[in-house]
């Protein structure tokens, strides 16, 4: 097992920049070794995800933010990041990370994130 937890979050104007954190806990999984992802889920609508990144640090990302976040990880550290740039009110969310002990390839299927972190807010003012 593995325990998330997010931070970064915070409320800026459109067009400003944020850069979320997720610190995972010891685990008997190496961290380097599994696939990890940020999800975000605004009032009202479906978790959605946003970007994940596999082992070899292969990313991929939600047709809506490419090109303005990037996720990365610092397997030395256990730290996921989210660096999102060019915030737009409608990215709005809270936002999770999570992972996927058991695949160095993250699944098309949210359903197989079996560890979640807290979530940490981010607001977007136009």
């Known amino acids: 097992q593995v325990q998330l937890l997010e931070s970064g979050g915070g409320s800026v104007q459109a067009g400003g920049s944020l850069r979320l954190s997720c610190a995972a806990s010891?685990?008997?999984?190496?961290?380097?070794?599994?696939?990890m992802g940020w999800f975000r889920e605004a009032l009202g609508t479906e978790r959605e995800r946003v970007a994940t990144?596999?082992?070899?640090?292969?990313?991929r990302y939600t047709e809506s933010v490419k090109g303005r976040f990037t996720i990365s990880r610092d397997n030395a550290k256990n730290l996921l990041y989210l660096q999102m740039n060019n915030l737009k009110p409608e990215d709005a969310a809270m936002y999770y990370c999570?992972?996927?002990?058991?695949?160095?390839?993250?699944?098309?299927?949210?359903?197989?994130?079996?560890?979640w972190g807290q979530g940490t807010q981010v607001t977007v003012s136009s």
């Open positions: 999570a992972a996927d002990l058991w695949r160095e390839i993250c699944p098309d299927v949210t359903g197989l994130f079996a560890f």
């Open positions: 010891e685990s008997s999984y190496t961290y380097g070794t599994y696939c």
């Open positions: 990144i596999d082992s070899d640090g292969s990313a």
